[in-house]
C-alpha cells in the first residue's frame, strides 16, 4: 500500500465558525476523513444541528462543540484558544430576510467578522480564511454589502495583525448546489405541481458543488499568504435549463425578480481586476495595500475592461450535464 502523503491540516486543530451549516459539515467531514488533524471545533449557535453532528461523530473524539455566535466577541476569544486554523463561514445569507432585518444582517455579517478577526489576532490563530459570495462583486443588495465590508475586514485584517503571525484571506464562490437556502430542493418540491417559478427567464448564475468548494477552501487554506480574495473558475447555467433538469415537464411562471437579486452574477469586477492575477484555474484578487507583496505571485494579469460575470463566461452547463450533477446533490 501506497504511504498517504502528508496533510495541510495533519497535526493541527482547526475551529469552522458554523460548522452545523450545509458547508461545514462538508468541510469537516472531509478533513476528518482526509487528514489527521489534531482537533476540529464545530462552533455554531444551533444546539439541535451540534446534537445531531455529535451523535453522526459519537466515535470520533477529535471533535468538540462549542455553542456560540459570532456576534459575541468574549465566546470566540474562549473558543479560538489553542486554534492554528480559522474557517469563517457563519453568516446570514438570505437575501430578502436581510432586505428586511438589515440591522441584523449587519451584527452577523460585519461586527462578527470584526470579532472573528480581533480573536484571532489575539490568540494566535496562524490562518483564517473567510467564506465569502459572487454577491459581493459590486453588490445589489444588503446581504452581498454586507459581505463586501467582511471580505475588506479580512483583508485588513492583516494589517492589523502586524508583526502577529495570523494571516487572513477569503474565498469568493458562486452558488452552491445543494446547500441549504439553494433553489434546488425547491424546485424539486414544486415539481409534483407541475409548475416552476423563475424570476426571470435570463437569470444566470455560476455553480459550483459543496464538494468542489470544500477541496477548494482545503487548497487556500494551504496556499494562503493573507491578503488574498481567491476566486475559482466556475460554469455558468441558465437558472431556466435548470428548471428543466429538475422538471422538464412542469410549466415556467415567469414571477419578476425580487428586491435586490441580479439577473447575473460577478466574482470579478471590472475594477478588481485591474489588480487580479489568472492562477490557471483561479483567480487571485490582490490586496491594493503597500504591504502586499504580490510579486511572489506567478500568476498572468488580466486584459483592461475584463469582468468575471456569470453572462459573459466561456463554460457552460447544458440541461444534460446539469441533470447528471444533480443526482450528486
Known amino acids: 500500500m501506497a504511504e498517504k502523503k502528508p496533510d495541510f491540516f495533519d497535526g493541527k486543530s482547526v475551529l469552522v465558525t458554523g460548522g452545523t451549516g450545509s458547508f461545514g459539515r462538508a468541510f469537516v467531514a472531509a478533513i476528518l476523513r482526509e487528514s489527521a488533524v489534531a482537533r476540529v471545533v464545530v462552533f455554531s449557535r444551533d444546539e439541535l444541528k451540534q446534537s445531531e453532528m455529535q451523535r453522526l461523530y ?12 459570532v456576534r459575541d466577541a468574549s465566546r470566540l476569544a474562549r473558543a479560538f484558544h489553542g486554534v492554528d486554523i480559522v474557517v469563517h463561514t457563519a453568516a ?9 432585518n438589515p440591522f441584523e444582517a449587519v451584527r452577523t455579517n460585519i461586527h462578527g467578522a470584526q470579532n472573528v ?28 454589502a454586507t459581505k463586501l465590508v467582511s471580505d475588506k475586514l479580512f483583508v485588513s485584517g492583516n494589517a ?14 458562486g452558488n452552491v448546489a445543494g446547500s441549504r437556502g439553494s433553489v434546488i430542493p425547491y424546485f424539486r418540491e414544486l415539481k409534483p405541481t407541475g409548475r416552476i417559478p423563475i424570476t426571470d427567464e435570463r437569470m444566470t448564475r455560476f455553480w459550483i ?16 499568504r493573507g491578503g488574498e480574495i481567491y476566486v475559482p473558475k466556475l460554469p455558468s447555467m441558465k437558472i431556466i435549463d435548470l428548471a428543466a433538469a429538475v422538471a422538464p415537464a ?9 428586491p435586490g437579486e441580479k439577473i447575473h452574477e ?14 490557471g484555474n483561479h483567480f487571485v484578487i490582490q490586496p491594493e495595500m503597500d504591504w502586499w507583496h504580490g510579486e511572489k505571485l506567478e500568476g498572468n494579469p488580466l486584459a483592461d475592461g475584463f469582468s468575471y460575470t456569470s453572462d459573459a463566461n466561456t463554460t457552460w452547463l447544458t440541461v444534460e450535464q446539469l ?3 444533480l443526482g450528486q446533490v
Open 250 to 258: 412542469a410549466r415556467i411562471d415567469v414571477v419578476g425578480i425580487r
Open 266 to 279: 460577478e466574482m470579478v469586477s471590472e475594477s478588481a481586476a485591474r489588480h487580479t492575477l489568472d492562477m
Open 92 to 100: 446570514l445569507k438570505q437575501i430578502t430576510a436581510a432586505e428586511y
Open 117 to 144: 478577526i480581533d480573536a484571532a489576532i489575539d490568540n494566535g490563530v496562524q490562518s483564517v480564511l473567510a467564506l465569502s459570495t459572487d454577491k459581493a462583486s459590486s453588490p445589489a443588495n444588503l446581504y452581498g
Open 209 to 224: 458543488t459543496l464538494d468542489e468548494g470544500v477541496r477548494f477552501v482545503r487548497d487556500c487554506v494551504a496556499r494562503m
Open 58 to 69: 459519537r466515535t470520533e473524539d477529535r471533535v468538540r462543540y462549542f455553542i456560540g455566535d
Open 323 to 325: 441533470r447528471d450533477l
Open 160 to 173: 492589523y495583525a502586524a508583526n502577529k503571525s495570523t494571516r487572513m484571506s477569503v474565498v469568493r464562490y
